[in-house]
C-alpha cells in the first residue's frame, strides 16, 4: 500500500551495529505496527503504538526499541543487531474507527541482513 | 487468545473454487474474522471480514457457521495470480491488550495450477 512507506527497503548490516527502519504513513491512522517475519512463518509482533503517547510491547520485543515520533512515524531500532534478527520487517497501520475491527494496512517491509 | 488452526497448503487448478477453512474454537464474543492475503516479499492485504453467517465482497466470501468456531474463506475461479499465502485472524483489536495478542500464524499456501 503506497500509503505507508518504509526506509530502507534493503539493508545489510553486521552484528552489534545500531539499526534504525523507519515507517511513514499518509493514512491519517492513529495505531501503527512493528512485524517481523521470518521464511516459511507467520508475522510476529514486535511493537504497537496505538497513539504518539502509546507504546507497547507484541510477542518478541527483546532486542528491539520503537519511537513514535508523531502520528504518522514510528521507527524500530535494533540497538545491537544479532545473526537471528535478519529477517522481514514490516509495518502496518489501522484505523478502528473506519473498520470493523482494526483492518491493518501493511508497508512494502523492509528485508534485514545481519551477519 | 483466540488460536487459529489451518491447512499448511493447499493446491488448486484455474478456474476452481478454493474454499479455507479455518478453526477458532475459543471465539470470544466480541470476536471478528478477519482474512489476508499475502505475496512473497510483499506485506498482507486485507481480504475480507466478518461476524457471523456470510459475507461476500468483490474478491471471495466468508462463511461463518452459527457456533463460530469455524469460518471458511471461499475464492471463486481462482487464477494463478491468487498463489498466496491465506491468513485468517480472530480478534477485536479494540483494546491495547487484545491488539497485543494478534498474531498471523504460518497461514495458509494456496498453489493454483495452470
Known amino acids: 500500500d503506497a500509503d505507508v512507506t518504509q526506509t530502507p527497503r534493503n539493508r545489510i548490516t553486521k552484528t552489534g551495529k545500531r539499526i534504525m527502519l523507519e515507517c511513514s504513513q499518509t493514512?491519517?491512522?492513529?495505531?501503527m505496527y512493528w512485524y517481523r517475519q521470518d521464511p516459511g512463518l507467520g508475522l510476529r509482533l514486535i511493537y504497537y503504538?496505538?497513539?504518539?503517547?502509546?507504546?507497547n510491547k507484541g510477542e518478541i520485543s527483546d532486542g528491539y526499541s520503537v519511537s513514535r515520533q508523531a502520528q504518522a512515524k514510528f521507527s524500530l531500532s535494533l540497538e545491537s543487531a544479532i545473526p537471528n534478527q535478519t529477517a522481514l520487517y514490516f509495518c502496518?497501520?489501522?484505523?478502528?474507527?473506519?473498520?470493523?475491527?482494526?483492518?491493518?494496512?501493511f508497508g512494502p517491509g523492509t528485508r534485514l541482513t545481519v551477519l | 487468545l483466540a488460536k487459529t488452526t489451518q491447512p499448511i497448503s493447499m493446491d488448486s487448478y484455474e478456474g476452481q473454487e478454493v474454499n479455507i477453512t479455518c478453526s477458532h474454537n475459543n471465539i470470544a464474543t466480541n470476536d471478528y474474522i478477519t482474512w489476508y492475503q499475502q505475496f512473497p516479499s510483499q506485506g498482507p492485504r486485507f481480504i475480507i471480514q466478518g461476524y457471523k453467517t456470510k459475507v461476500t465482497n468483490e474478491v471471495a466470501s466468508l462463511f461463518i457457521p452459527a457456533d463460530r468456531k469455524s469460518s471458511t474463506l471461499s475464492l471463486p475461479r481462482v487464477s494463478l495470480s491468487d498463489t498466496a499465502v491465506y491468513y485468517c485472524?480472530?480478534?477485536?483489536?479494540?483494546?491495547?491488550?487484545?491488539?497485543?495478542?494478534?498474531?498471523f500464524g504460518s497461514g495458509t499456501q494456496l498453489t493454483v495450477l495452470p
Open positions: 503504538s496505538f497513539d504518539v503517547k502509546d507504546i
Open positions: 493514512k491519517g491512522h492513529d495505531r
Open positions: 502496518a497501520t489501522s484505523d478502528p474507527t473506519t473498520t470493523s475491527t482494526d483492518t491493518q494496512y
Open positions: 485472524l480472530v480478534g477485536d483489536g479494540a483494546t491495547s491488550g487484545s491488539a497485543r495478542q494478534l498474531t
